[in-house]
């Protein structure tokens, strides 16, 4: 067991591009999260999957926001046309069923 | 819809000192709670849970924490706080099996004086 993992640590971009981020979840937990944190806040749910499958996906998930989780492993996190108010830390979680959510490092992203 | 209310954004104690950190849920079922810590740059680490059973809970680092029903709180404890746990604590609620989302608070500051 090596804990949720992300990629990358850091991503700085300008505004308008598109960037990527990946999440490798405990490898026997079913259920993985992400959410979105900003300074001074807790952070925010976006979206869910069990498995493959994305059960849930907040209001706060724009058109321009897109996860994936393909095979069930691993996940990424697409955002595209990149504007200055997504600059956040982007947090992972995974569980097994309901249980406990076991959150990864983040990936903090910086907007120019 | 589920929130979770930490009315202290930054509390300071004395090393050595007890803490207590209140946590207040909203939750129209058996909330799943819990409590994280958040070093700088880092994510979160979890301190403990309360699924159901006894309301007092431990977990790690010295701390524990005791669900009340009818105050709709759950506050985090330990009686002597060391320089290392000056860090961010989060509350979060979850809804188990109907929402496997968790609600997070806004987080309190620790300051640990020498």
């Known amino acids: 067991d090596t804990g949720v993992s992300q990629d990358p640590r850091h991503k700085i971009t300008k505004r308008g591009q598109n960037v990527t981020f990946r999440c490798d979840p405990i490898s026997e937990h079913n259920r993985l999260y992400w959410y979105r944190q900003t300074l001074g806040q807790g952070p925010e749910f976006l979206t869910y999957?069990?498995?493959?499958?994305?059960?849930?996906k907040s209001r706060l998930l724009s058109d321009r926001f897109s996860a994936e989780r393909p095979k069930g492993s691993f996940s990424t996190l697409e955002i595209q046309r990149t504007e200055q108010g997504d600059s956040a830390m982007y947090l992972c979680?995974?569980?097994?069923?309901?249980?406990?959510?076991?959150f990864g490092p983040g990936t903090r992203l910086t907007v120019l | 819809a589920q929130s979770v209310t930490q009315p202290d954004i930054h509390i300071t104690v004395s090393e050595g000192a007890s803490l207590e950190l209140r946590c207040n849920y909203s939750y129209g079922a058996t909330p799943y709670l819990f409590w994280y810590v958040q070093s700088p740059g880092q994510g979160l680490q979890l301190l403990l849970k309360?699924?159901?059973?006894?309301?007092l809970v431990q977990g790690i680092k010295g701390f524990e924490a005791e669900f009340k029903r009818s105050q709709s709180s759950f506050n985090l404890r330990k009686p002597s706080v060391h320089w290392s746990d000056a860090a961010e604590y989060f509350c979060a609620v979850g809804g188990g099996t109907n929402a496997g989302k968790s609600t997070f608070g806004d987080g309190t500051t620790l300051t640990v004086k020498p």
């Open positions: 999957f069990q498995n493959e499958a994305q059960l849930e």
């Open positions: 979680a995974s569980s097994f069923t309901t249980d406990t959510q076991y």
């Open positions: 309360y699924f159901s059973g006894d309301t």
